[in-house]
């Protein structure tokens, strides 16, 4: 009894209900459309005054409310009413307008349902409580028994009389049925008309994955510019403490070189974060990049303690602004992994060879004593790999002839366009 209960008068009964009366709302201007056509035809001057001629407005006017409904603003709305007042799964339901006249039609004809039931539910909602408040009322007020009500004649009855509150309670939970069955039935329908197209599922999927690539590549970033920093800031205040009475000339040198790695990482870290504001474009600064940026990269290095030989057999500023940056970020990081690994005082031999259609990256250094990985390590070599591969390009990383070699190939020509 209580799940009857429930389901007729519980809060989700409730909000479907009100669902139902905002669509005999919507209904109401397609039914004042459909008297101004159903009054020439019939020849009827009062057609608000017949039962029969208002049915047959209504009838008429949903045809029109479908038409209205190929809108493709028209899914939207529907879904946010759906969402709060039905009581539907989410996921289960479409966002954005219908872009597709498969999608119109479906949102049609889940319009056209929902002002159908709608009307039907309101007019009821309308007409039967005061039918049957008089109804409970009327074995104890005399009066209403001798007015013009229009009461049926079987209420002169003493045995109709008495049953009368009885069929006034009953005509309620009547009205309550129809329209928690009703709501029931929207809802059910709702994911099936409002639901997601193939062509729908594709585009969320395409928005996810366009998310997601700019969640990588920003996680990249990241890792590169704030990674490289925090190694070489700690590998360099390591050093001056252990010589800070010893060796003042070091020190400063040290202080000034993290001032500089800092600055510099909050600049570009400032410049990466820009990303993240939507329609905000007024970075710091632009990325760091391989022609304007390689040789003080090299200086700070090297002031981290790594004894750097770089052979460039290249014109950084030939390169495309895409290949520019992403090969500066590839140096950056493999520079950063020898440090991290193998630790100052570490030779590191770099090589960039630019040949006809690729640009070629190698750095070599003293494979590090400890070969297994460490806990969380891993990234820099798979960001480097992830950015190669968005080039079209390659990169290999191991051990090789008693040393640690890092190759990467980046393809020239097929990035000319890039942006």
């Known amino acids: 009894m209580r799940e009857f209960a429930g389901f007729l008068f519980g809060r989700r009964a409730r909000r479907r209900w009100i669902h139902l009366i905002l669509g005999g709302a919507l209904a109401m201007p397609y039914v004042f459309v459909g008297e101004l056509i159903v009054a020439p035809v019939t020849d009827s001057r009062y057609v608000f005054g017949s039962a029969p001629l208002q049915l047959l407005s209504f009838a008429v006017g949903l045809p029109l409310a479908a038409i209205t409904a190929l809108f493709p603003l ?46 039907v539910i309101s007019g009821m909602s309308l007409a039967t409580p005061p039918f049957a408040a008089v109804l409970i009322v009327l074995p104890v007020v005399a009066g209403l028994r001798d007015s013009r009500l229009g009461l049926p004649e079987v209420l002169d009855h003493t045995w109709a009389l008495a049953l009368s509150p009885v069929a006034g309670i009953a005509t309620l939970i009547a009205l309550a049925a129809c329209a928690a069955v009703s709501g029931k039935v929207l809802a059910r329908w709702a994911p099936r008309l409002l639901g997601p197209t193939p062509e729908d599922r594709l585009a969320a999927a395409e928005h996810r994955a366009a998310d997601l690539a700019v969640r990588n590549r920003l996680a990249r970033e990241l890792h590169d510019s704030v990674g490289h920093a925090l190694s070489a800031v700690t590998l360099q205040a390591s050093a001056a403490r252990r010589v800070l009475d010893t060796d003042p000339d070091f020190v400063r040198e040290a202080l000034a070189a993290i001032e500089e790695t800092t600055r510099r990482t909050v600049n570009e870290l400032d410049a990466v ?51 520019s940056r992403e090969a500066y970020r590839i140096v950056q990081e493999a520079l950063s992994n020898a440090l991290k690994h193998s630790g100052p005082g570490t030779p590191v031999t770099l090589r960039i060879v630019l040949d006809a259609e690729d640009l070629e990256i190698t750095a070599e250094n003293p494979a590090p004593r400890v070969t297994a990985p460490r806990h969380g390590g891993g990234h820099g070599l798979r960001g480097i790999a992830d950015r190669a591969r968005l080039l079209g390009g390659a990169a290999e990383a191991g051990p090789a002839e008693g040393v640690w070699r890092l190759t990467v190939r980046l393809p020239v020509e097929r990035t000319e366009g890039s942006v």
Do not use: I, K
Request: glycine share 12%; with cysteine.
């Open 74 to 119: 028209t899914r939207p709305m529907s879904v946010a009413a759906v969402r709060a007042l039905c009581g539907v799964d989410e996921d289960g339901l479409a966002d954005g307008p219908a872009r597709t006249w498969a999608a119109r039609r479906r949102t049609a004809a889940w319009y056209t349902l929902h002002l159908g039931f709608g009307g």
């Open 273 to 323: 974060l820009g990303v993240l504001r939507e329609g905000d474009d007024r970075s710091s600064g632009p990325a760091p990049t391989l022609a304007a940026d390689l040789d003080g990269l090299l200086q700070r290095t090297r002031t981290s303690g790594l004894h750097v030989t770089a052979a460039v057999e290249a014109q950084p500023e030939s390169l495309p602004p895409l290949v």
